[in-house]
């Protein structure tokens, strides 16, 4: 006869007032494409049915905190008995020489540092990263070290489950908390970026959502041409090679560093060259590599019907062993 627990004599979990209640309140949880492909990943685990299992604990609150650090994601979530069950999710945070190597990627390519700066994570970052032997998502269910204080032995129990869920929710409110996890926190990040592409904080911080563009940039010089009468010759410490006396250095940075020494083209004598740019272009623009699995980052996750968002994960797994076999 079994002597473990008898899961019916608990009874429903005890109500919780002021838990972390998941937004989603129907449907499926996870509105960003990370959150969305963080989920993939696990239902992809054939951990879809147990999942499902904690959508309710974590749409009742149940999840009274949730701690995201480097390699560990701890909570506690409230079930049947008086006390809470303490949860710790692991996942392997990445060594100081692995993110030296992808921050020099990310600075290489103003694309991304453009969108990191600005708070988002574009898509093309997990292809990034993967290239750079650090993948953003755990490639098998035993990358995860899955840990609850309760007396459930499947993995994941209904408290883990609703701990995924409202990290992956978590993860939509703020994308660096996934980066975080992997060992990099957001203002270590930012601040690195900043460094290797040579743009200081305080000048990228005044310069964005400024009504009136910092002294010295081109912005404030084109402000003020505004305010000129036509034919008034401009005046700018910006294009001068020598400031005036006492006059404040600002640092100028980007676009500024080509248009500030340049001079407001004379009608009918310099119109020939107005549409030449004032550097010198490549011979084509660049283009982002992309993975065969482009198509299914921009289609919606697949119905329950066909297989769910678990679906998408085996295809793009699949994609990849055709793009990598010998083609003849």
């Avoid at 060992?183 to 009504?211: E, H, K, M, N």
Wanted: include cysteine; glycine fraction near 12%.
């Amino acid at each position: 006869m079994s002597t473990g627990p008898r899961f019916d004599e608990y009874g429903p979990p005890l109500r919780v007032e002021g838990g972390l209640r998941a937004r989603s309140t129907r449907g499926a949880i996870g509105r960003s494409w990370w959150s969305r492909r963080f989920l993939e990943v696990l239902e992809s685990f054939a951990l879809g049915s147990r999942l499902t299992r904690g959508r309710a604990y974590a749409r009742r609150g149940q999840v009274l905190r949730l701690d995201v650090a480097p390699g560990l994601v701890t909570a506690e979530v409230q079930g049947s008995r008086p006390a809470p069950y303490p949860v710790r999710i692991g996942l392997s945070a990445y060594p100081e020489e692995v993110w030296r190597r992808v921050e020099a990627e990310l600075a290489g390519q103003a694309f991304f540092s453009a969108r990191l700066l600005a708070g988002d994570l574009p898509a093309e970052l997990e292809e990034l990263f993967a290239a750079a032997g650090a993948p953003l998502f755990p490639a098998e269910v035993g990358e995860l070290a899955q840990r609850c204080g309760c007396p459930d032995f499947a993995v994941p129990c209904k408290h883990l489950a609703a701990t995924f869920y409202l990290l992956a929710e978590a993860f939509d409110a703020d994308p660096f908390r996934l980066l975080h996890w992997r060992g990099r926190s957001r203002a270590d990040l930012l601040d690195r970026l900043r460094t290797l592409r040579g743009v200081r904080p305080d000048t990228a911080a005044s310069s964005i959502g400024s009504a009136d563009p910092p002294v010295g940039t081109a912005a404030a010089a084109s402000a003020g041409s505004r305010d000129r009468p036509a034919g008034t010759a401009m005046s700018s410490s910006a294009g001068s090679a020598d400031p005036p006396a006492g006059a404040a250095t600002v640092s100028v940075t980007g676009a500024g560093r080509v248009l500030a020494g340049l001079t407001p083209i004379e009608p009918a004598v310099e119109l020939d060259r107005f549409w030449l740019s004032p550097v010198a272009l490549p011979d084509r623009p660049p283009t982002l590599d992309t993975g065969p699995e482009l198509l299914l980052r921009q289609l919606g996750p697949p119905g329950a019907e066909i297989g769910g968002p678990g679906l998408v994960e085996r295809l793009r797994r699949g994609y990849k062993v055709f793009g990598e076999a010998p083609i003849g």
